[in-house]
């Protein structure tokens, strides 16, 4: 435990990195994966749980902890920590996303969004300031920026406008959060699917010497090829000394060819989103456990697992659980997804750390290629 926040780069393995985040409530493993945590649970979850499954740090969203319970009450019950029972770090987004996504409901201008709440049509305002006044009142570890997110493909001046208006936002955020001791705040790169953006987001956030970096709008549709070359072009252009956060991203193919691009920290909802469809992410690949094979299958996901979800569990009844729309099939999916997530993290951490992530990799690929339809 430290009062400070610090990232130690302790290994490299090619472009992969293998690292630490230490704060006050504790030290982030890296790469790491955020479970997440929307409105103050990580769906169809217990904490204990999530932690139990190699978690260090989980996120959770200004945007819908803001409309409920609301940012002051979470403030008044003594902080988004205290209310959830997660004593572990934790790291809010700025709201901007989902901000964003409300087409139709929003007004955007220089000073921040105006945009009505999906919850009940309630008037909000949300500016750089705002945004980071509420990070402060949930009591986040990490804060992020209020950026402009928009989808792809989209016109390249219109790219343009949002990454500069990003970059304005960055420094007006840096001002309101001010000096935080063991708390940090990040930015984000903007930029779509443009390269010169990209490196002109990098270089102005870098310039502002924030103690973290995200790489934001790349979860927006675009293409897994252009998410890499984008990945690629952006974090040359980033400290080497601070670490690198690619947003709600992704798939564990996603996760584990940018980690071998240099990313240290991911987000997604897909494993507990995934759960609750029936799908499962296990070492042989995604599993859809509503298939029909699986029904009278008494083998479970996989045997050698440590997760009670995947070792202890039947495939057929899984998919009974499943077919017949009971809660618990989200419960345990989610479970194995989670689990098998924070496996891969600390696979990937073994073999950065000794020095043979390249096997790992193809190791990693072969097993998912192969598939699970095959084994006995």
Known sequence: ?????????????????????????GTIRTPAFMPVGTVGTVKAMYLDQVRETGADIILGNTYHLMLRPGAERVARLGGLHNLI??????????????VMSLSGLRKLDEQGVTFKSHVDGSLHHMSPER???IQGLLGSDIQM??????????????????????????ERCRVAFGDQPGKAMFGIVQGGDQPDLRIRS????????????????????EPQ????KMLEETLPVLPTEKPRYLMGVGTPD??????????????????????????????RGKVNIRNARHAEDLRPLDEQSSCPATRDYSRAYLHHLVRADEALAGMLLSWNN???????????????????????????????????????
Request: charged fraction near 25%.
């Open 254 to 283: 996603d996760i584990l060819k940018s980690v071998a691009r240099g990313i240290d920290m991911f987000d997604c909802v897909m494993p507990t989103r995934a759960g609750r469809h029936g799908l499962a992410f296990t070492r």
């Open 145 to 170: 920026q209020l950026d402009e997110c928009i989808a792809l493909p989209a016109e390249p001046k219109e790219i343009e406008r949002a990454m500069e208006l990003s970059l304005r936002w960055a």
């Open 338 to 376: 989670l689990s098998y997530y924070q496996d891969l993290m600390k696979g990937i951490r073994e073999a950065i750390a000794a020095g043979r992530f390249p096997e790992f990799y193809a190791q990693t690929q072969e097993a998912w290629a192969k598939g699970d339809i095959e084994r006995v």
């Open 85 to 98: 029972r997660w004593p572990h770090p934790i790291l809010t987004d700025s709201g901007g996303f989902q």
């Open 225 to 228: 090829d252009v998410m890499l």
């Open 131 to 133: 945004s980071i006044e």
């Open 1 to 25: 435990m430290t009062d400070t926040f610090q990232f130690t780069l302790k290994a490299t393995d090619g472009a992969a990195r293998l690292g630490e985040v230490s704060m006050p409530r």
């Open 202 to 221: 990098a270089e102005g956030l870098r310039d502002l010497d924030l103690k973290g970096y995200a790489v934001g709008g790349l979860a927006v549709g």
